[in-house]
């Protein structure tokens, strides 16, 4: 699974206009950003090796670049957050997605960007069949 695969599943969500990964250039108000997150420890293998290991995680960060009103950015951020609460099933590229960790209990106000351009952030952990 790919940040582009979850990039993708996120469009079908309903908010936002733009949607990247990496690192964008002049990005647009309503944008939605994936980005790859480390987490702390090493890869999970179960008992006989990687042959035996039935699950695999993805920990990615979602950035919500949205406009200059910081109402309207959290309403935008919290939109989506809500929606991902609300999965009932899903398959990314493929893989059929056992669960969803939602990483903080709330977007989280990063501020603003340069051009004053409010964004929050939402860390989010895919849990899914290898």
């Known amino acids: 699974m790919e940040l582009a695969d979850i990039r993708d599943w996120i469009k079908t969500l309903g908010v936002g206009d733009h ?18 997150r480390q987490i702390p420890g090493g890869v999970n293998i179960a008992l006989g090796g990687l042959d035996c290991t039935k699950t695999a995680s993805k920990a990615v960060s ?7 009103y910081a109402d309207e950015t959290e309403e935008a ?13 899903l398959e990314i590229a493929g ?30 952990t ?5």
């Open 19 to 36: 949607f990247y990964i990496g690192k964008l250039e002049n990005k647009r108000e309503r944008s939605i950003g994936v980005y790859q």
């Open 62 to 68: 979602i950035l919500i670049h949205w406009d200059k």
């Open 77 to 89: 951020a919290q939109a989506l957050y809500d929606r991902l609460l609300h999965v009932t099933d």
């Open 95 to 124: 893989k059929h997605v056992d669960y969803l960790q939602l990483d903080v209990p709330e977007p989280i106000d990063v501020g603003t960007d340069d051009n004053g351009v409010y964004e929050r952030v939402i860390w989010l």
């Open 126 to 130: 895919l849990h899914y069949e290898r």
